[in-house]
């Protein structure tokens, strides 16, 4: 079993949609968590991290973590062309002097917006 | 205030050839992290490296891998005796420090195809 599961998709919606991503995990260790967005050929680029559970806001994404379920999401409304892309949700232990700054990673979720 | 910096972008490499890959981190940042993403897959880390240290080499493969990061000049990922297997997107990123509480900033990669 993976630590980090993701739904590689591919994810196709109509421009103006609400999308929702997620991920599970199986870690209880986790407490950061990242999403990041890359587009084909390109870097990964971070959006968004949240610490431990609750929900965070910025424009129109919105992540959300439930640890109690070992679950995060990522929402993106009013989706644009420009959002397609590939979505990567990213983990990490964090604190104390075991931290060694590594990432997991799930597969990425392709994410097609039509106009 | 340039980026992370890799090159080449991209590389190409005979079966049994040695390939080293360059990194150069973000102005200020002394720690700098190798991540491998294989066709269709997420990214798998490989190593954490600060100035003059590996700290984390968990991910590395055995045999043929090496990384360092030397006081002067960038970060190199050196594969020795490369095998198809090893064709593959590998992304560098940096941090000013043990920030992967909050993400780290990755550069645009480099692309090894081994024929």
């Known amino acids: 079993q993976k630590e980090v599961e993701q739904d590689p998709g591919p994810l196709s919606v109509p421009e103006g949609a609400i999308v929702s991503l997620n991920c599970t995990y199986s870690?209880?260790?986790?407490?950061?968590f990242m999403w990041y967005r890359q587009y084909s050929r390109k870097g990964p680029e971070l959006l968004m991290y949240?610490?431990?559970?609750g929900n965070k806001e910025d424009g129109r994404f919105t992540a959300q973590v439930d640890k109690s379920s070992k679950y995060i999401s990522l929402f993106i409304r009013d989706s644009q062309p420009s959002d397609s892309a590939t979505y990567l949700c990213?983990?990490?232990?964090?604190?104390?002097?075991?931290?060694?700054?590594?990432?997991?990673f799930g597969q990425g979720t392709t994410l097609q917006v039509k106009p | 205030n340039a980026g992370v910096m890799q090159n080449p972008r991209h590389l190409v490499r005979r079966r049994g050839q040695e390939a080293r890959l360059r990194c150069s981190p973000m102005?200020?940042?002394?720690?700098v992290y190798w991540y491998r993403q294989l066709p269709e897959e997420g990214l798998k880390f490989m190593v954490y490296?600060?100035?003059?240290?590996?700290?984390?080499e968990s991910g590395m493969p055995k045999e043929r891998f090496s990384a360092e990061f030397p006081k002067e000049g960038p970060s190199i990922l050196r594969i020795q005796q490369v095998v198809r297997g090893d064709s593959a997107a590998y992304f560098c990123?940096?941090?000013?420090?043990?920030?992967?509480?909050?993400?780290?900033?990755f550069g645009s990669g480099t692309r090894l195809t081994v024929v």
């Open positions: 870690n209880s260790a986790f407490q950061y």
């Open positions: 990123a940096s941090s000013p420090g043990r920030a992967a509480n909050y993400g780290y900033t």
């Open positions: 990213a983990m990490s232990v964090g604190g104390g002097s075991s931290n060694t700054g590594k990432l997991i």
């Open positions: 949240t610490y431990s559970s």
């Open positions: 102005k200020g940042h002394s720690h």
């Open positions: 490296l600060q100035k003059e240290n590996i700290i984390d």
